[in-house]
């Protein structure tokens, strides 16, 4: 693997992350939704870039850049302490990178103040925020153009010590 930055998004980044969001959809997601799911959802892959450019100075972003400058990764937090977006692509999924990438937004969430982090977590990124200290506090489905995909709405305690856990 090439070498990773993490480094603060920047606006120009937007019309980017579309693909990682494609990408992370069809090529992760995939294994734990199935092709009509897969569809609708990597559907949507503009609105990551809507968002982004509309709301940039309201979150916190950081994207993961390798040495040819394509974005491998992306990470965001809102005010109030959601994490909207967090996709990879293969490659740096399930690394350090992505491992690096949250824990600087979770020190952003602290110098902020924030006393909760939540998420909307896939099937894929569940086991991801257990390991950091989530915990679901339900499943929910979602509609996206009539079909239903479920994700699980997340929360982690701020507030508390967090100790070290096994990756």
Do not use: C
Not at 5 to 34: C, H, M, Q, W
């Amino acid at each position: 693997m090439s070498e990773t930055t993490i480094r603060r998004a920047v606006l120009s980044d937007g019309p980017s992350l579309p693909a990682v969001f494609e990408t992370a959809i069809r090529k992760i997601a995939s294994r734990f939704y199935n092709p009509d799911q897969v569809n609708a959802w990597a559907a949507r892959s503009h609105r990551l870039q809507h968002v982004f450019e509309t709301d940039f100075n309201a979150r916190a972003a950081w994207v993961a850049e390798g040495e040819d400058g394509e974005i491998k990764a992306y990470i965001d937090l809102e005010g109030g302490g959601h994490i909207d977006f967090f996709y990879a692509l293969p490659e740096v999924s399930r690394t350090t990178v992505t491992a690096d990438m949250y824990e600087l937004l979770e020190a952003e969430a602290r110098v902020q103040n924030v006393k909760t982090l939540s998420t909307e977590a896939s099937e894929a990124a569940k086991r991801f925020f257990e390991k950091r200290g989530f915990f679901i506090v339900a499943r929910q489905d979602v509609i996206i153009n009539d079909i239903s995909i479920h994700n699980y709405r997340m929360r982690k305690d701020l507030t508390t010590i967090d100790f070290p856990r096994d990756t």
